[in-house]
């Protein structure tokens, strides 16, 4: 068998994925029911998650607090003008850590 034969059945994560996960988890700790809708606290890529989920389903949460979120439109043009004014060098530093 080769190694790509071993790989389990895992879905490709996605924002969709990120959103499927977390309604189950709601669905799981009984949060689904007006009472007891959550507030949901996002941070960077999980405000993208967010934003989807109430855009899908506004009916699933009280709110949605944003923390340094990624914007609707994705971080590429942001990441872009970077780019072009910090120079690859920069960039990769940064990655790099």
């Not at 034969?5 to 996960?21: A, F, R, T």
């Not at 941070?43 to 609707?72: N, T, W, Y």
């Amino acid at each position: 068998a080769s190694p790509d034969n071993l790989k389990p059945d895992i879905p490709v994560p996605n924002v969709e994925q990120h959103v499927i996960d977390l309604l189950r988890f709601l669905r799981l700790k009984d949060m689904t029911q007006q009472a007891n809708l959550p507030i949901i606290v996002a941070h960077s890529f999980g405000g993208l998650v967010g934003m989807k989920i109430l855009e899908d389903r506004p009916q699933a949460a009280k709110g949605l607090a944003l923390l340094c979120s990624v914007p609707p439109t994705g971080n590429g043009p942001m990441v872009s003008r970077f780019t072009k004014t910090r120079g690859w060098e920069t960039v990769w530093d940064i990655t790099r850590g």
